[in-house]
T-cell receptor, first 114, second 113 residues
Framework: GAGVSQSPSNKVTEKGKDVELRCDPI?????LYWYRQSLGQGLEFLIY????????KSGLPSDRFSAERTGGSVSTLTIQRTQQEDSAVYLC????????????FGSGTRLTVV | GNSVTQMEGPVTLSEEAFLTINCTYT??????LFWYVQYPGEGLQLLLK?????DKGSNKGFEATYRKETTSFHLEKGSVQVSDSAVYFC????????????FGTGTLLAVQP
């Protein structure tokens, strides 16, 4: 596609429910990243996929968070048993040339846990 | 560790004023440096970048020079417009196995007419 597409754009969920956030990267981009943007916390790295390599999961805040990338394209970020502190904007980005040349970000999913 | 420090906001300027947003970094290697901008209600957009020392990135009237000796990448614009009001993020990338961007906390710029 022309850009990085994320869905849904907004999600309100009840505490304790599971949620799935989707990212469709730019076609041909081999690298895909998930970040979290919380009020007052800046941008926090969550996970990185590069081609067929094992993902770098070092930024996932707890074992309630997981992500997968199917067929080297679409990625899904799953948050189990959501908590109020999970409320944030979840941003996806993709890159074709590695991070030295910058990423293209999607518009994000705003998650609100009530 | 690797980190980015940028000046806290908000920065409030009148239209046509000169803008500087300071950014310094700590890195164990030779990073690429970036400025991203987030306009109200929108996602992050790459504003400019520099991949090696002494490089100058520029775009839309904004400039930043990669200064290895001072580990800085300050953002400047000679004459801001109301439409420049946004949050500006400085970031670095060391490449290698992870290739992840490390961001500063962002600086809110508000330009008044």
């Amino acid at each position: 596609g022309a850009g990085v597409s994320q869905s849904p754009s907004n999600k309100v969920t009840e505490k304790g429910k599971d949620v799935e956030l989707r990212c469709d990267p730019i076609s041909g981009h081999t690298a895909l990243y998930w970040y979290r943007q919380s009020l007052g916390q800046g941008l926090e790295f969550l996970i990185y996929f590069q081609g067929n390599s094992a993902p770098d999961k070092s930024g996932l805040p707890s074992d309630r968070f997981s992500a997968e990338r199917t067929g080297g394209s679409v990625s899904t970020l799953t948050i189990q048993r959501t908590q109020q502190e999970d409320s944030a904007v979840y941003l996806c980005a993709s890159s074709s040339q590695g991070g030295h040349y910058g990423y293209t970000f999607g518009s994000g999913t705003r998650l609100t846990v009530v | 560790g690797n980190s980015v420090t940028q000046m806290e906001g908000p920065v409030t300027l009148s239209e046509e004023a000169f803008l500087t947003i300071n950014c310094t970094y700590t890195a164990t290697g030779y990073p690429s440096l970036f400025w991203y901008v987030q306009y109200p209600g929108e996602g992050l957009q790459l504003l400019l970048k520099a991949t090696k020392a002494d490089d100058k990135g520029s775009n839309k009237g904004f400039e930043a020079t990669y200064r290895k000796e001072t580990t800085s990448f300050h953002l400047e614009k000679g004459s801001v417009q109301v439409s420049d009001s946004a949050v500006y993020f400085c970031a670095l990338n060391l490449g290698g196995a992870t290739n992840k961007l490390i961001f500063g906390t962002g600086t809110l710029l508000a330009v008044q007419p």
